[in-house]
Protein backbone atom coordinates (compact mmCIF):
# COMPACT_ATOMS: atom_id res chain seq x y z
CA UNK A 1 0.00 0.00 0.00
CA UNK A 2 1.49 3.46 -0.80
CA UNK A 3 1.69 5.67 2.02
CA UNK A 4 -0.09 9.22 1.09
CA UNK A 5 -1.48 12.60 3.12
CA UNK A 6 -4.65 14.79 2.43
CA UNK A 7 -4.50 18.52 3.42
CA UNK A 8 -7.79 19.07 2.07
CA UNK A 9 -11.70 17.23 2.49
CA UNK A 10 -13.30 17.19 -1.40
CA UNK A 11 -15.83 19.97 -0.05
CA UNK A 12 -13.16 22.21 0.87
CA UNK A 13 -11.34 21.99 -2.30
CA UNK A 14 -14.76 22.65 -4.18
CA UNK A 15 -15.14 25.78 -2.14
CA UNK A 16 -11.80 27.31 -3.46
CA UNK A 17 -12.55 26.49 -6.93
CA UNK A 18 -16.31 28.11 -6.64
CA UNK A 19 -14.56 30.92 -5.37
CA UNK A 20 -11.56 31.11 -7.85
CA UNK A 21 -14.16 30.60 -10.67
CA UNK A 22 -16.17 33.44 -9.76
CA UNK A 23 -12.69 35.82 -9.05
CA UNK A 24 -12.71 35.12 -12.75
CA UNK A 25 -15.06 37.42 -13.08
CA UNK A 26 -15.23 39.56 -10.56
CA UNK A 27 -12.52 41.67 -10.41
CA UNK A 28 -11.06 39.53 -13.20
CA UNK A 29 -7.71 39.16 -14.43
CA UNK A 30 -5.84 41.98 -15.79
CA UNK A 31 -3.76 40.99 -18.79
CA UNK A 32 -0.63 42.83 -20.37
CA UNK A 33 -0.79 41.17 -23.43
CA UNK A 34 -2.93 42.51 -26.66
CA UNK A 35 -2.92 38.91 -28.11
CA UNK A 36 -4.15 37.20 -25.17
CA UNK A 37 -7.11 40.21 -24.43
CA UNK A 38 -8.33 39.98 -28.68
CA UNK A 39 -8.40 35.90 -27.72
CA UNK A 40 -10.20 36.29 -24.83
CA UNK A 41 -12.82 38.93 -25.88
CA UNK A 42 -13.18 36.69 -28.96
CA UNK A 43 -14.00 33.77 -27.02
CA UNK A 44 -16.63 35.82 -25.10
CA UNK A 45 -14.84 37.21 -21.92
CA UNK A 46 -15.77 40.65 -21.27
CA UNK A 47 -12.33 42.57 -21.86
CA UNK A 48 -11.73 46.81 -20.77
CA UNK A 49 -9.02 47.27 -23.56
CA UNK A 50 -7.88 50.25 -21.37
CA UNK A 51 -7.28 48.71 -17.98
CA UNK A 52 -6.32 45.42 -19.71
CA UNK A 53 -8.58 43.73 -17.22
CA UNK A 54 -10.69 40.63 -18.87
CA UNK A 55 -13.85 39.32 -16.76
CA UNK A 56 -13.44 35.16 -18.03
CA UNK A 57 -17.05 33.43 -17.53
CA UNK A 58 -16.50 30.61 -15.59
CA UNK A 59 -18.26 28.25 -18.55
CA UNK A 60 -14.75 29.57 -20.29
CA UNK A 61 -12.60 28.28 -18.19
CA UNK A 62 -14.52 25.19 -17.11
CA UNK A 63 -14.14 24.20 -20.69
CA UNK A 64 -10.23 25.17 -20.81
CA UNK A 65 -10.26 22.61 -18.02
CA UNK A 66 -12.04 19.80 -20.16
CA UNK A 67 -9.76 19.89 -22.81
CA UNK A 68 -6.54 20.41 -20.99
CA UNK A 69 -4.39 16.60 -21.01
CA UNK A 70 -4.61 15.00 -17.51
CA UNK A 71 -1.07 13.50 -18.22
CA UNK A 72 1.35 13.62 -20.78
CA UNK A 73 5.25 12.75 -20.82
CA UNK A 74 8.99 13.96 -21.01
CA UNK A 75 11.43 12.28 -23.29
CA UNK A 76 14.78 12.07 -22.66
CA UNK A 77 17.37 12.20 -25.38
CA UNK A 78 16.97 9.14 -26.95
CA UNK A 79 13.66 9.87 -26.98
CA UNK A 80 12.53 7.64 -24.29
CA UNK A 81 9.50 8.75 -22.22
CA UNK A 82 11.25 9.11 -18.72
CA UNK A 83 9.13 11.57 -16.71
CA UNK A 84 5.56 11.33 -16.30
CA UNK A 85 3.38 14.28 -15.39
CA UNK A 86 -0.55 12.88 -14.38
CA UNK A 87 -1.84 10.54 -11.96
CA UNK A 88 0.09 10.28 -8.37
CA UNK A 89 3.12 9.97 -9.97
CA UNK A 90 6.22 11.66 -8.36
CA UNK A 91 9.15 13.03 -9.65
CA UNK A 92 11.92 15.23 -9.19
CA UNK A 93 14.20 17.72 -10.78
CA UNK A 94 16.35 20.68 -9.10
CA UNK A 95 15.42 24.45 -8.50
CA UNK A 96 15.64 26.83 -10.96
CA UNK A 97 17.53 29.98 -11.99
CA UNK A 98 19.83 30.65 -9.13
CA UNK A 99 21.60 34.20 -9.09
CA UNK A 100 24.29 33.12 -6.86
CA UNK A 101 26.10 29.89 -5.96
CA UNK A 102 27.92 28.85 -3.21
CA UNK A 103 31.13 27.29 -3.20
CA UNK A 104 32.22 24.41 -0.57
CA UNK A 105 33.18 25.52 2.37
CA UNK A 106 32.28 29.48 1.42
CA UNK A 107 30.20 31.77 3.75
CA UNK A 108 29.64 33.83 0.96
CA UNK A 109 27.83 33.23 -2.28
CA UNK A 110 29.31 35.02 -5.55
CA UNK A 111 27.30 35.08 -9.49
CA UNK A 112 27.60 32.09 -10.85
CA UNK A 113 29.55 31.63 -14.22
CA UNK A 114 29.33 29.08 -16.88
CA UNK A 115 31.98 26.65 -15.61
CA UNK A 116 29.47 26.93 -12.67
CA UNK A 117 26.54 25.68 -14.60
CA UNK A 118 28.86 22.62 -16.34
CA UNK A 119 29.61 21.90 -13.51
CA UNK A 120 26.09 21.42 -12.21
CA UNK A 121 24.46 19.72 -15.18
CA UNK A 122 27.28 16.98 -15.13
CA UNK A 123 26.35 16.66 -11.68
CA UNK A 124 22.27 16.80 -11.89
CA UNK A 125 23.04 14.57 -14.79
CA UNK A 126 24.66 11.99 -12.93
CA UNK A 127 22.34 11.72 -9.85
CA UNK A 128 20.09 9.07 -10.57
CA UNK A 129 17.76 10.18 -8.00
CA UNK A 130 16.70 13.32 -10.04
CA UNK A 131 14.69 12.26 -13.31
CA UNK A 132 15.05 15.88 -15.29
CA UNK A 133 17.47 18.30 -15.12
CA UNK A 134 16.78 22.01 -14.93
CA UNK A 135 18.19 25.34 -16.60
CA UNK A 136 19.15 26.10 -12.55
CA UNK A 137 21.64 29.02 -12.52
CA UNK A 138 22.00 32.58 -14.45
CA UNK A 139 25.13 32.78 -15.70
CA UNK A 140 26.61 36.28 -15.42
CA UNK A 141 29.34 35.74 -18.03
CA UNK A 142 26.92 36.42 -21.07
CA UNK A 143 24.12 39.16 -21.80
CA UNK A 144 21.46 38.86 -19.47
CA UNK A 145 19.24 39.06 -22.56
CA UNK A 146 20.10 35.87 -23.52
CA UNK A 147 21.13 34.18 -19.92
CA UNK A 148 17.38 32.40 -20.49
CA UNK A 149 18.41 30.60 -23.86
CA UNK A 150 22.17 29.83 -23.17
CA UNK A 151 21.22 27.73 -20.05
CA UNK A 152 19.13 25.52 -22.32
CA UNK A 153 21.61 24.90 -24.81
CA UNK A 154 24.29 24.36 -22.39
CA UNK A 155 21.53 21.69 -20.73
CA UNK A 156 20.43 20.17 -23.90
CA UNK A 157 24.27 19.92 -24.90
CA UNK A 158 25.48 18.12 -21.24
CA UNK A 159 22.53 16.26 -20.26
CA UNK A 160 20.20 13.75 -21.92
CA UNK A 161 17.73 13.77 -19.02
CA UNK A 162 14.00 16.19 -19.86
CA UNK A 163 14.47 20.04 -18.97
CA UNK A 164 13.06 22.04 -16.85
CA UNK A 165 13.28 25.92 -17.82
CA UNK A 166 11.50 28.62 -18.83
CA UNK A 167 12.10 32.16 -21.26
CA UNK A 168 12.94 35.40 -19.57
CA UNK A 169 11.46 37.12 -22.72
CA UNK A 170 9.29 36.85 -25.50
CA UNK A 171 11.75 36.71 -27.96
CA UNK A 172 14.24 34.40 -26.48
CA UNK A 173 11.42 31.94 -26.17
CA UNK A 174 11.33 31.14 -30.02
CA UNK A 175 15.27 30.82 -29.76
CA UNK A 176 14.87 28.26 -27.42
CA UNK A 177 11.97 26.13 -29.36
CA UNK A 178 14.44 26.54 -31.92
CA UNK A 179 17.10 25.05 -29.76
CA UNK A 180 14.76 21.85 -28.58
CA UNK A 181 13.93 21.69 -32.33
CA UNK A 182 17.65 21.08 -33.33
CA UNK A 183 17.55 18.13 -30.67
CA UNK A 184 14.38 16.65 -31.54
CA UNK A 185 14.25 17.19 -34.92
CA UNK A 186 11.31 19.00 -36.00
CA UNK A 187 8.49 20.73 -34.73
CA UNK A 188 6.25 18.15 -35.31
CA UNK A 189 7.95 15.65 -33.66
CA UNK A 190 9.09 18.21 -30.64
CA UNK A 191 5.26 18.74 -30.35
CA UNK A 192 5.28 14.59 -30.00
CA UNK A 193 7.93 13.94 -27.95
CA UNK A 194 8.61 17.17 -25.70
CA UNK A 195 11.89 17.94 -23.94
CA UNK A 196 11.52 20.52 -21.70
CA UNK A 197 8.43 21.84 -20.14
CA UNK A 198 8.62 25.49 -19.50
CA UNK A 199 7.60 27.47 -16.69
CA UNK A 200 5.22 30.44 -16.70
CA UNK A 201 4.56 32.79 -13.60
CA UNK A 202 1.07 34.69 -13.55
CA UNK A 203 2.11 38.14 -11.25
CA UNK A 204 0.16 37.97 -8.01
CA UNK A 205 -2.58 39.12 -7.67
CA UNK A 206 -4.84 38.06 -10.78
CA UNK A 207 -2.19 39.58 -13.37
CA UNK A 208 -0.46 38.18 -16.26
CA UNK A 209 2.99 40.28 -17.58
CA UNK A 210 3.33 41.17 -21.91
CA UNK A 211 6.42 38.23 -21.63
CA UNK A 212 5.03 35.68 -19.62
CA UNK A 213 1.52 35.51 -21.25
CA UNK A 214 2.84 35.57 -24.60
CA UNK A 215 5.48 32.42 -23.14
CA UNK A 216 2.11 30.51 -22.46
CA UNK A 217 0.33 30.84 -25.63
CA UNK A 218 3.68 30.39 -27.44
CA UNK A 219 4.13 26.66 -25.82
CA UNK A 220 0.28 26.25 -26.22
CA UNK A 221 0.75 26.86 -30.01
CA UNK A 222 3.73 24.56 -30.36
CA UNK A 223 2.36 22.26 -27.67
CA UNK A 224 5.79 22.58 -25.56
CA UNK A 225 4.34 21.95 -22.42
CA UNK A 226 3.77 24.88 -19.59
CA UNK A 227 4.44 24.83 -15.91
CA UNK A 228 2.23 27.47 -14.41
CA UNK A 229 3.88 29.01 -11.02
CA UNK A 230 1.25 31.08 -9.42
CA UNK A 231 3.24 32.45 -6.67
CA UNK A 232 0.69 34.48 -4.26
CA UNK A 233 2.37 35.70 -0.60
CA UNK A 234 0.32 35.14 2.22
CA UNK A 235 -0.10 39.26 3.50
CA UNK A 236 1.50 40.54 1.30
CA UNK A 237 0.39 39.63 -3.07
CA UNK A 238 -2.12 37.43 -1.31
CA UNK A 239 -4.46 36.96 1.65
CA UNK A 240 -2.83 36.03 5.00
CA UNK A 241 -4.80 33.07 5.44
CA UNK A 242 -3.26 29.58 3.90
CA UNK A 243 -7.08 29.00 2.05
CA UNK A 244 -7.01 32.20 0.94
CA UNK A 245 -3.70 32.28 -0.73
CA UNK A 246 -4.75 28.88 -2.16
CA UNK A 247 -8.15 30.66 -3.65
CA UNK A 248 -6.12 33.27 -5.18
CA UNK A 249 -3.72 30.52 -6.54
CA UNK A 250 -6.18 28.66 -8.26
CA UNK A 251 -8.00 31.75 -9.86
CA UNK A 252 -4.48 32.91 -11.24
CA UNK A 253 -4.22 29.18 -12.22
CA UNK A 254 -7.16 28.49 -14.22
CA UNK A 255 -6.70 32.07 -15.86
CA UNK A 256 -3.87 30.82 -17.45
CA UNK A 257 -5.41 27.38 -18.25
CA UNK A 258 -8.20 29.00 -19.96
CA UNK A 259 -6.01 31.59 -22.11
CA UNK A 260 -3.74 28.51 -23.01
CA UNK A 261 -6.16 26.20 -23.72
CA UNK A 262 -7.85 28.92 -25.98
CA UNK A 263 -4.89 29.56 -28.01
CA UNK A 264 -4.62 25.03 -28.88
CA UNK A 265 -6.76 22.87 -26.77
CA UNK A 266 -5.03 20.18 -25.71
CA UNK A 267 -1.88 21.32 -24.99
CA UNK A 268 -0.17 19.95 -22.06
CA UNK A 269 -0.30 22.16 -19.30
CA UNK A 270 0.98 21.83 -15.49
CA UNK A 271 -1.12 23.26 -12.36
CA UNK A 272 2.07 24.59 -10.07
CA UNK A 273 3.07 27.61 -8.02
CA UNK A 274 5.76 28.97 -5.90
CA UNK A 275 3.77 30.71 -3.01
CA UNK A 276 4.92 31.61 0.32
CA UNK A 277 3.96 32.34 3.57
CA UNK A 278 5.59 36.06 3.58
CA UNK A 279 7.70 36.43 6.97
CA UNK A 280 6.22 40.01 8.26
CA UNK A 281 9.28 40.10 11.07
CA UNK A 282 11.94 40.29 8.32
CA UNK A 283 9.56 40.98 4.68
CA UNK A 284 11.36 37.31 3.79
CA UNK A 285 9.75 34.75 1.53
CA UNK A 286 10.79 31.19 3.62
CA UNK A 287 10.34 28.27 0.93
CA UNK A 288 11.10 25.94 4.06
CA UNK A 289 8.68 27.81 6.41
CA UNK A 290 5.78 24.75 6.85
CA UNK A 291 3.05 26.90 6.04
CA UNK A 292 4.56 27.07 2.63
CA UNK A 293 4.88 23.89 2.37
CA UNK A 294 0.89 23.21 3.19
CA UNK A 295 0.00 25.89 0.71
CA UNK A 296 1.81 23.63 -2.03
CA UNK A 297 0.34 20.40 -1.25
CA UNK A 298 -2.74 21.91 -0.66
CA UNK A 299 -3.04 23.93 -3.97
CA UNK A 300 -1.65 20.65 -5.28
CA UNK A 301 -4.26 18.72 -4.03
CA UNK A 302 -6.72 21.30 -6.29
CA UNK A 303 -4.79 20.63 -9.32
CA UNK A 304 -5.93 16.65 -9.24
CA UNK A 305 -9.66 17.74 -8.37
CA UNK A 306 -9.75 19.33 -11.25
CA UNK A 307 -7.49 16.47 -13.29
CA UNK A 308 -4.56 18.41 -14.20
CA UNK A 309 -1.02 17.55 -13.87
CA UNK A 310 0.85 18.94 -10.86
CA UNK A 311 3.85 20.43 -9.55
CA UNK A 312 5.27 22.06 -6.94
CA UNK A 313 8.56 24.17 -5.42
CA UNK A 314 9.66 22.07 -2.28
CA UNK A 315 12.56 20.63 -1.19
CA UNK A 316 14.57 23.87 -0.67
CA UNK A 317 16.06 26.09 2.06
CA UNK A 318 16.39 29.39 3.28
CA UNK A 319 19.77 28.05 4.67
CA UNK A 320 22.81 30.35 3.42
CA UNK A 321 24.85 27.58 3.71
CA UNK A 322 24.67 23.88 4.05
CA UNK A 323 23.66 23.20 7.67
CA UNK A 324 21.14 21.73 9.83
CA UNK A 325 18.87 24.22 9.04
CA UNK A 326 19.22 23.07 5.15
CA UNK A 327 18.73 19.44 5.73
CA UNK A 328 15.26 19.39 8.13
CA UNK A 329 13.73 21.97 5.82
CA UNK A 330 14.53 20.06 2.53
CA UNK A 331 14.02 16.74 4.13
CA UNK A 332 10.33 17.96 5.19
CA UNK A 333 9.11 19.43 2.23
CA UNK A 334 10.69 16.62 0.07
CA UNK A 335 8.73 14.60 1.59
CA UNK A 336 5.43 15.93 2.34
CA UNK A 337 5.26 16.98 -1.59
CA UNK A 338 5.88 13.20 -2.96
CA UNK A 339 3.43 11.82 0.10
CA UNK A 340 1.02 14.54 -1.86
CA UNK A 341 1.81 13.08 -4.98
CA UNK A 342 3.07 16.06 -6.72
CA UNK A 343 4.10 15.03 -10.11
CA UNK A 344 6.96 17.22 -10.65
CA UNK A 345 8.95 18.41 -7.25
CA UNK A 346 11.55 21.28 -8.06
CA UNK A 347 14.19 22.55 -5.66
CA UNK A 348 17.15 20.39 -5.20
CA UNK A 349 20.01 22.16 -4.51
CA UNK A 350 18.17 25.45 -3.61
CA UNK A 351 19.12 28.34 -0.43
CA UNK A 352 18.46 31.56 0.34
CA UNK A 353 15.06 32.34 -0.12
CA UNK A 354 15.33 29.99 -4.08
CA UNK A 355 18.17 32.95 -5.02
CA UNK A 356 21.40 30.57 -4.39
CA UNK A 357 22.33 27.22 -5.55
CA UNK A 358 25.05 24.75 -3.94
CA UNK A 359 26.11 21.51 -5.81
CA UNK A 360 26.97 19.95 -1.85
CA UNK A 361 22.96 20.58 -1.32
CA UNK A 362 22.31 18.93 -4.64
CA UNK A 363 24.16 16.20 -3.70
CA UNK A 364 22.62 15.87 -0.50
CA UNK A 365 19.42 16.33 -1.64
CA UNK A 366 19.89 13.29 -3.25
CA UNK A 367 19.76 11.11 -0.74
CA UNK A 368 16.67 12.68 0.89
CA UNK A 369 15.13 12.33 -2.58
CA UNK A 370 16.07 8.35 -2.67
CA UNK A 371 14.67 8.16 0.70
CA UNK A 372 11.22 10.04 -0.14
CA UNK A 373 10.92 7.59 -3.19
CA UNK A 374 11.31 4.91 -1.23
CA UNK A 375 8.76 5.85 1.37
CA UNK A 376 6.42 6.02 -1.77
CA UNK A 377 6.86 1.98 -2.27
CA UNK A 378 5.20 1.58 0.95
CA UNK A 379 5.21 -1.47 2.88
CA UNK A 380 5.16 -4.61 -0.05
CA UNK A 381 4.28 -7.66 0.41
CA UNK A 382 6.62 -9.74 -1.01
CA UNK A 383 5.85 -13.20 -0.12
CA UNK A 384 2.65 -15.18 0.79
CA UNK A 385 2.40 -16.10 3.65
CA UNK A 386 4.45 -12.95 5.13
CA UNK A 387 6.82 -14.60 7.07
CA UNK A 388 5.22 -17.74 9.00
CA UNK A 389 7.29 -20.41 7.44
CA UNK A 390 10.81 -18.69 7.33
CA UNK A 391 10.42 -17.33 11.17
CA UNK A 392 9.76 -20.94 12.32
CA UNK A 393 12.23 -22.05 10.00
CA UNK A 394 15.07 -19.88 11.90
CA UNK A 395 13.13 -20.34 15.42
CA UNK A 396 14.22 -19.20 18.78
CA UNK A 397 17.97 -18.50 18.45
CA UNK A 398 18.81 -18.26 15.17
CA UNK A 399 19.91 -15.37 12.75
CA UNK A 400 18.38 -14.48 9.47
CA UNK A 401 22.03 -13.00 7.63
CA UNK A 402 22.57 -16.12 5.71
CA UNK A 403 18.89 -17.23 4.45
CA UNK A 404 18.23 -16.94 0.70
CA UNK A 405 15.24 -15.15 1.79
CA UNK A 406 17.43 -11.88 3.11
CA UNK A 407 19.98 -12.22 -0.18
CA UNK A 408 16.89 -12.38 -1.99
CA UNK A 409 14.84 -9.14 -0.54
CA UNK A 410 16.80 -6.86 1.36
CA UNK A 411 17.88 -4.45 -2.22
CA UNK A 412 14.68 -4.64 -2.71
CA UNK A 413 13.25 -3.68 0.61
CA UNK A 414 16.02 -0.95 1.80
CA UNK A 415 16.93 2.15 -0.28
CA UNK A 416 21.07 2.03 0.58
CA UNK A 417 22.65 5.41 0.06
CA UNK A 418 25.51 7.01 -1.13
CA UNK A 419 28.82 7.58 1.41
CA UNK A 420 26.83 11.16 1.74
CA UNK A 421 24.59 9.68 4.26
CA UNK A 422 26.86 8.56 7.52
CA UNK A 423 25.97 5.02 8.49
CA UNK A 424 29.63 4.33 10.34
CA UNK A 425 30.43 2.86 13.50
CA UNK A 426 31.80 5.69 15.28
CA UNK A 427 35.39 4.26 15.22
CA UNK A 428 35.11 3.53 11.30
CA UNK A 429 33.70 7.16 11.17
CA UNK A 430 36.94 8.59 13.00
CA UNK A 431 39.11 6.37 10.71
CA UNK A 432 37.95 7.52 7.36
CA UNK A 433 38.16 11.14 8.79
CA UNK A 434 35.62 12.42 10.82
CA UNK A 435 33.76 13.95 7.89
CA UNK A 436 30.43 15.44 8.49
CA UNK A 437 27.62 15.62 5.69
CA UNK A 438 29.06 18.73 3.79
CA UNK A 439 32.10 17.11 3.53
CA UNK A 440 30.88 13.94 2.20
CA UNK A 441 28.47 15.52 -0.27
CA UNK A 442 31.42 17.80 -1.57
CA UNK A 443 33.64 14.69 -2.26
CA UNK A 444 29.93 12.75 -4.27
CA UNK A 445 30.20 16.25 -6.24
CA UNK A 446 33.93 15.96 -7.23
CA UNK A 447 33.40 12.14 -8.20
CA UNK A 448 30.41 12.16 -10.46
CA UNK A 449 31.52 14.99 -12.12
CA UNK A 450 34.88 13.60 -12.27
CA UNK A 451 33.22 10.49 -13.66
CA UNK A 452 31.01 12.31 -16.43
CA UNK A 453 30.89 11.45 -19.91
CA UNK A 454 30.18 13.32 -22.88
CA UNK A 455 26.96 12.87 -24.79
CA UNK A 456 26.88 10.95 -28.04
CA UNK A 457 25.57 14.27 -29.62
CA UNK A 458 25.70 14.63 -33.44
CA UNK A 459 28.19 17.03 -34.84
CA UNK A 460 25.45 18.84 -37.03
CA UNK A 461 22.90 18.76 -34.23
CA UNK A 462 25.76 20.15 -31.80
CA UNK A 463 26.98 23.25 -34.36
CA UNK A 464 23.35 24.07 -35.32
CA UNK A 465 22.85 24.34 -31.43
CA UNK A 466 25.89 26.42 -31.41
CA UNK A 467 24.35 28.59 -34.15
CA UNK A 468 21.15 29.35 -32.66
CA UNK A 469 23.06 30.37 -29.82
CA UNK A 470 25.85 32.18 -30.33
CA UNK A 471 23.47 34.14 -33.27
CA UNK A 472 21.61 35.19 -30.60
CA UNK A 473 24.23 35.94 -28.32
CA UNK A 474 26.12 38.31 -30.77
CA UNK A 475 22.80 39.84 -31.58
CA UNK A 476 22.84 40.96 -27.86
CA UNK A 477 26.85 42.17 -27.70
CA UNK A 478 28.63 39.13 -27.13
CA UNK A 479 31.27 38.47 -29.61
CA UNK A 480 31.85 34.65 -28.81
CA UNK A 481 30.53 31.99 -26.07
CA UNK A 482 32.04 31.57 -23.29
CA UNK A 483 35.02 29.01 -22.90
CA UNK A 484 33.00 25.57 -20.83
Not at 233 to 245: E, I, K, N, R
Not at 351 to 359: A, G, P, V
Not at 457 to 479: C, F, H, V, Y
Amino acid sequence: MRPCIQFLPHNTIERIIAEAYELLSDPGVRVHSERALRLLAEQGAEVDFETRVARIPAEMARQAVETAPSSFHLYDAAGQPVVHYGGDDVQFDPGSAAIEIIDHGATVSREPLTPDFVRFIKLADGLDALDAVATSLVCADVPQEVADLYRLYLALLYSGKPVVTGAFAVETWRVMKDLLIAVTGSEKALAEKPRAVFDVCPSPPLLWSEITCENLMDCARYSVPAELVSMPLTGATGPMTLLGAVVQHAAECLSGVTIHQLVNPGAPIVWGGSPAAFDMRTGTTPMGAIETMMIDCSYAEVGKYLGLPTHAYLGMSDAKIVDGQCGFESGIGAVLGALTGINMLSGAGMLDFESCFSLEKLALDAEIIGMAKRLLDGMIERETPLALELIRQVGHAGNFLATPHTRRWFREELFIPSPVVDRDFHRDWEAKGSLDVTERAHRRVEQIITAYEPKDIPAEIAREMETITLRAAQAAGLDHLPEQ
